[in-house]
T-cell receptor, first 113, second 114 residues
Framework: GNSVTQMEGPVTLSEEAFLTINCTYT??????LFWYVQYPGEGLQLLLK?????DKGSNKGFEATYRKETTSFHLEKGSVQVSDSAVYFC????????????FGDGTTLTVKP | SAVISQKPSRDICQRGTSLTIQCQVD?????MFWYRQQPGQSLTLIAT?????????ESGFVIDKFPISRPNLTFSTLTVSNMSPEDSSIYLC???????????FGEGSWLTVV
């Protein structure tokens, strides 16, 4: 079956530091990959996505590249802000599995001024 | 992108009661799902809401506890029946577009059972 493994948290960084949150996956088909962000007290927002190998998703300074050879989709940002403090979820959706999403456990990021 | 509205956004419920959560989408969608997020946890798929037929439940979830309706391509309901404190969670409606290549979530319904 499908699975997503995320870097364990929590992660604490100083403002303007470089961020990497690792995500690897296993899937039976050809999944689409997603990063979602959940700010305190809110629902999930789609942060970025990639639908095929070598695609790069980007949004709000965050980037992630779909690496089929390493089955990875690591989230990066060059300079984090306090407002980036949130829980980040890596997920995949497999069209052969009727679009169901499989989620990682989530990584809590805290950015300190 | 699809706009998904859930109601209620938050509620405090008495043990033993049932609550129905509504999910409205601003466009017709084929794939619609219900997830649960327990405190501090990741998301777990409860079921796929099938239009015009019975929902498809994941292992560990049953229709008697979580009855689901999907009368058309833009609307679904999830009922949490005979609630206990263990049911205190965020319940999220999700839709898939582009053959599952894009998945969107509602803001969630935050339920606390006392």
């Amino acid at each position: 079956g499908n699975s997503v493994t995320q870097m364990e948290g929590p992660v604490t960084l100083s403002e303007e530091a470089f961020l990497t949150i690792n995500c690897t996956y296993t899937a039976t088909g050809y999944p689409s990959l997603f990063w979602y962000v959940q700010y305190p007290g809110e629902g999930l927002q789609l942060l970025l996505k990639a639908t095929k190998a070598d695609d790069k998703g980007s949004n709000k300074g965050f980037e992630a590249t779909y690496r089929k050879e390493t089955t990875s989709f690591h989230l990066e940002k060059g300079s984090v802000q306090v407002s980036d403090s949130a829980v980040y979820f890596c997920a995949l959706s497999d069209s052969t599995n009727a679009g169901k999403s499989t989620f990682g456990d989530g990584t809590t990021l805290t950015v300190k001024p | 992108s699809a706009v998904i509205s859930q109601k209620p956004s938050r509620d405090i419920c008495q043990r033993g009661t049932s609550l129905t959560i509504q999910c409205q989408v601003d466009s017709q969608v084929t794939m619609m799902f219900w997830y649960r997020q327990q405190p501090g946890q990741s998301l777990t798929l409860i079921a796929t809401a099938n239009q015009g037929s019975e929902a498809t439940y994941e292992s560990g979830f049953v229709i008697d506890k979580f009855p689901i309706s999907r009368p058309n391509l833009t609307f679904s309901t999830l009922t949490v029946s005979n609630m206990s404190p263990e049911d205190s969670s965020i319940y999220l409606c999700s839709v898939g577009q582009d053959s599952g290549n894009t998945i969107y979530f509602g803001e969630g319904s935050w339920l606390t059972v006392v």
